[in-house]
T-cell receptor, first 115, second 110 residues
Framework: ETGVTQTPRHLVMGMTNKKSLKCEQHLGHNAMYWYKQSAKKPLELMFVYNFKEQTENNSVPSRFSPECPNSSHLFLHLHTLQPEDSALYLC??????????????FGPGTRLTVT | QKEVEQNSGPLSVPEGAIASLNCTYSDRGSQSFFWYRQYSGKSPELIMFIYSNGDKEDGRFTAQLNKASQYVSLLIRDSQPSDSATYLCAVYNYGQNFVFGPGTRLSVLP
């Protein structure tokens, strides 16, 4: 596997379900990100992890819970979501050196539909 | 509130023409600038980055940066129908987060 991978690619879940999105980067990067992209809207930054530590939580509702067990893996745990949470969820990674980040590379995304 | 602005388009150009995509940003301390291409239903793909004032060329793509004017552009020469996509401008300031613009939709007409 190369680059940034995400699973599943598509997910349909009910409002009472619990599911998790997985992201893995094979680029040797140490910073990972979750973004939400809704139709006709710009990318919304959700969470940032640098060296496995969460450095940004962009006022995201608690029904979204991130987890970063190591620099290569990132999860987004979902529970009791709302229909407006339906969107494309994108994972990205970059290399962080003394506060400077290189360009971000994106995974293919998970298309989430909440029914 | 740091902002990145782009004309949402659609920008329509005939095949073989030059497409010019523009982006302005509000954070004067921004250091790194990126252009991503996003096809419908797909994830953003990095196509260019630029750090210094002036032009940077890569194949049919040229990125232009003017920090004094807080302006970055992307030129696509010899546009092809396969270039039809949404182009996202992203800006980064050291120690802070990437900020993305809303994207410009480009349509290259055969």
């Amino acid at each position: 596997e190369t680059g940034v991978t995400q699973t599943p690619r598509h997910l349909v879940m009910g409002m009472t379900n619990k599911k998790s999105l997985k992201c893995e980067q094979h680029l040797g990067h140490n910073a990972m990100y979750w973004y939400k992209q809704s139709a006709k809207k710009p990318l919304e930054l959700m969470f940032v992890y640098n060296f496995k530590e969460q450095t940004e939580n962009n006022s995201v509702p608690s029904r979204f819970s991130p987890e970063c067990p190591n620099s290569s893996h990132l999860f987004l745990h979902l529970h009791t979501l709302q229909p407006e949470d339906s969107a494309l969820y994108l994972c990205a990674s970059s290399q962080s050196r003394t506060g400077q980040n290189t360009e971000q590379y994106f995974g293919p995304g998970t298309r989430l539909t909440v029914t | 509130q740091k902002e990145v602005e782009q004309n949402s388009g659609p920008l329509s150009v005939p095949e073989g023409a030059i497409a010019s995509l523009n982006c302005t940003y509000s954070d004067r301390g921004s250091q790194s600038f990126f252009w991503y291409r996003q096809y419908s239903g797909k994830s953003p793909e990095l196509i260019m980055f630029i750090y210094s004032n002036g032009d940077k060329e890569d194949g049919r793509f040229t990125a232009q940066l003017n920090k004094a004017s807080q302006y970055v552009s992307l030129l696509i020469r010899d546009s092809q129908p396969s270039d039809s996509a949404t182009y996202l401008c992203a800006v980064y300031n050291y120690g802070q987060n990437f900020v993305f613009g809303p994207g410009t939709r480009l349509s290259v007409l055969p």
